[in-house]
C-alpha cells in the first residue's frame, strides 16, 4: 500500500525517520485488467524493453495478474523515457545501467 512506502522510506531505506518533502505517486497496477491507463499507454506504443527485446518474466508463480500479454511490464525496475512532446521514446528492462 501507499502507506507501507512511506513506512519503508521512514524507517528502512533510506531510514532514520526520512520523510519525503515531495511528490509522490501512488501505487498502481501496471499489468492485466486493472492496469492504469498511462501502463496500458506505455506498453502499447513500446511493447518490448529496447535493450532486450526478450525480456520475459522468467518465473510464472510471480505472474499475478490477467490476461497475461506479451507486453506485459516483467519487473518493477523497467523503465520508459518519455519525450518532451509526451511520446514514448524508449523501454529499458531492469537489466540495463542507470546513472
Known amino acids: 500500500t501507499n ?3 512511506l513506512l519503508m522510506l521512514e524507517h528502512v ?4 525517520g ?13 499489468n492485466g485488467k486493472d492496469a ?19 525480456s520475459l518474466m522468467t518465473n510464472p508463480q510471480y505472474i499475478i495478474w490477467s ?3 506479451r507486453n ?3 519487473w518493477n525496475f523497467e523503465k520508459f523515457l518519455i519525450g518532451p512532446d509526451g511520446v514514448p521514446f524508449k523501454r529499458y528492462s531492469r ?3 542507470t546513472i
Request: aromatic share 14%; hydrophobic share 35%; charged share 25%.
Open 67 to 69: 490476461p497475461v500479454c
Open 95 to 97: 537489466h540495463f545501467e
Open 36 to 54: 492504469h491507463p498511462l501502463f496500458t499507454f506505455l506498453k502499447e506504443a513500446l511493447p518490448f524493453p529496447h535493450d532486450d527485446p526478450s
Open 3 to 5: 502507506d507501507e512506502i
Open 13 to 16: 531505506r533510506p531510514g532514520s
Open 18 to 30: 526520512f520523510k519525503p518533502n515531495f511528490m509522490m505517486f501512488e501505487k498502481c497496477e501496471v
Open 72 to 74: 506485459d511490464i516483467s
